[in-house]
């Protein structure tokens, strides 16, 4: 297994479990109070379901292609 496929995988489990955080922080009172009022989660909680979702793409595309060598 080349290592960029490990490091895509690496990625996919951290890209997970900072998403799962971000949406059960979005379930906490702060964020529920702030989307009553302003419509929207609060800037951390955002972040943290953006930042995972976009780490665990980056892992998966880089677990799907990455090592591939033309022979």
């Given amino acids: 297994m080349s290592s960029q ?7 996919v489990v951290v890209g997970l479990a900072v998403l799962v955080f971000g949406l059960n922080a979005s379930h906490s009172l702060a964020d529920q109070v702030s989307e009553t009022f302003t419509g929207r989660f609060t800037r951390a909680t955002t972040w943290y379901i953006i930042g995972g979702a976009a780490a665990g793409l980056l892992g998966l595309l880089m677990a799907a292609f990455g090592g591939r060598r033309n022979r």
């Fill in 5 to 11: 496929r490990l490091v895509g995988i690496v990625l």
